[in-house]
C-alpha cells in the first residue's frame, strides 16, 4: 500500500544525501514535474534551479498559470521563451519519431546551456514508470519515445535524477494531494506538448489551431462534468489532422483540415477506454471549433478507439 508521506519523507532525504551540489529541474508545471520540483526544493531548498521552457506548444494561458503556481508553491520559476528554435528546429518534419527525438534533444540543450550558466551538476526529471516502460526497457519493443526518456543525448553531460520513476500517476496524484499543489487531479499532457497533438507539419499557425481546439474540448467537458452531464474522462483533448476534406462556409467552398478529439478513461495510461461522451456536448465542441478556426478547420470527428490498439495520443 502506498504511503505519501512516507514517500516524501524517503525520497526528500534519499535527495539530500545524493545531491552535493546545484541542480536543475525542468518543470513543465503538470503533475509530475512539480511533484517532483517541490520534493526537490524540499530536499535542497536554494541549490534547485526551476527551469520552464516555453516551447511554444504549451497549452493556452498555460505560461502564465504556470508561473503563478509556482510562485504560490515558493519556487522561483526561470522561464525560457525557445518558441522559435523549436518551430526551426522541427522544420519540415514529419515523422512522429523523428519530431520526438529533435524535441527531446532541444530540450535537454537548453537544459544544458542553463547548467553553463548556473553551474549544475544534477538534472531532476519528473519520469513516472509508464514513460520509461513504453519507452523500450529492452524487452518490450519502442511504441515512443517519451519526450523525458527517448531523447536524452548520449553525450549529455548531466548527472539525471527521477525521485517518481517507480510510481504510477494515481500514486503521483497522492502525493500532489500531501503537498497541496493545486494541479494534482489535472489531466496528463505530454512533454512534447501540443506537438504530437499537431500531425503533420508544426508552423505556428497549425499549433495555434490545435491551442484553440484543446482549449474548447477542456472547456466544454469541464462544465458539463461540474453541471453533472458527463464525468471527466482520464484525458481529453483534440489533435489537428492532416487530412484535408470540402466543405462550406456560408455560399463558398472550403478546404480545410480535420480536428479529431479524443478522450479516455484510463487508471494509468497503460491501457485505456474511449469515453462515451453525450453527442449534444461533442455537437458543441464541434460549432465552437469549427466556427473559431474557420477556414483552417472544416471538419471535426471523434475517436472511437481503445488502447490498444490505438495509444493515448496520436503521435
Ligand atoms: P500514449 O499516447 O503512449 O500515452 O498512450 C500514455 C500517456 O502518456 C502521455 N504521454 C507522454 N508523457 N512524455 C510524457 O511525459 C511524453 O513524451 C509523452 N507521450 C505521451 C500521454 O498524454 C498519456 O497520458
Known amino acids: 500500500m502506498f504511503d505519501a508521506a512516507d514517500f516524501i519523507e524517503e525520497s526528500v532525504q534519499q535527495m539530500q544525501t545524493s545531491i552535493d551540489d546545484i541542480a536543475i529541474i525542468a518543470c513543465s508545471g503538470g503533475v509530475d514535474s512539480t511533484v517532483a520540483a517541490v520534493l526537490a526544493h524540499q530536499a535542497v531548498g536554494n541549490l534547485l534551479h526551476c527551469v520552464y521552457v516555453d516551447t511554444g506548444f504549451m497549452r493556452k494561458n498555460e505560461t502564465e ?12 520559476l ?8 523549436y518551430f526551426s528546429a522541427l522544420k519540415d518534419i514529419t515523422e512522429p519519431e523523428q519530431k520526438r527525438k529533435i524535441i527531446g534533444e532541444l530540450f535537454i540543450r537548453i537544459f544544458e546551456e542553463e547548467q553553463v550558466k ?11 514508470a509508464p514513460d520509461w516502460i513504453e519507452s523500450g526497457g529492452g524487452v518490450r519493443d519502442t511504441i515512443k519515445s517519451h519526450h523525458n526518456v527517448g531523447g536524452l543525448p548520449e553525450d549529455m ?4 535524477v527521477e525521485p517518481l520513476r517507480e510510481l504510477y500517476k494515481d500514486e503521483v496524484r497522492e502525493l500532489a494531494r500531501a503537498l497541496h499543489i493545486k494541479v494534482s487531479e489535472r489531466q496528463p499532457f505530454p512533454g512534447p506538448g501540443l506537438a504530437v497533438r499537431t500531425l503533420g507539419e508544426l508552423t505556428p499557425e ?13 472547456e466544454e467537458f469541464e462544465n458539463a462534468s461540474s453541471q453533472g452531464l458527463m464525468e471527466l474522462p482520464w484525458q481529453y483533448y483534440a489533435a489537428l489532422l492532416p487530412v484535408r476534406s470540402v466543405g462550406v462556409h456560408g455560399d463558398v467552398r472550403a478546404y480545410g483540415e480535420t480536428i479529431v478529439v479524443r478522450a479516455v478513461r484510463s487508471m494509468d495510461g497503460m491501457s485505456a477506454r474511449y469515453s462515451e461522451i453525450p453527442h449534444s456536448i461533442l455537437q458543441k465542441v464541434s460549432t465552437r471549433i469549427t466556427n473559431t478556426c474557420k477556414g483552417a478547420v472544416n471538419r471535426v470527428v471523434y475517436d472511437i478507439t481503445h488502447k490498444p490498439p490505438g495509444t493515448i495520443e496520436w503521435e
Open 157 to 160: 553531460s548531466l548527472e539525471v
Open 78 to 85: 526561470i522561464t525560457i521563451k525557445a518558441a522559435d528554435r
Open 65 to 76: 498559470e504556470i508561473e503563478a503556481m509556482l510562485s504560490d508553491l515558493g519556487i522561483q
Open 118 to 128: 548556473c553551474g549544475a551538476k544534477y538534472l531532476i526529471q519528473g519520469t513516472i
Open 206 to 218: 497549425r499549433v495555434e489551431v490545435v491551442r484553440e481546439a484543446c482549449a474548447i474540448v477542456e
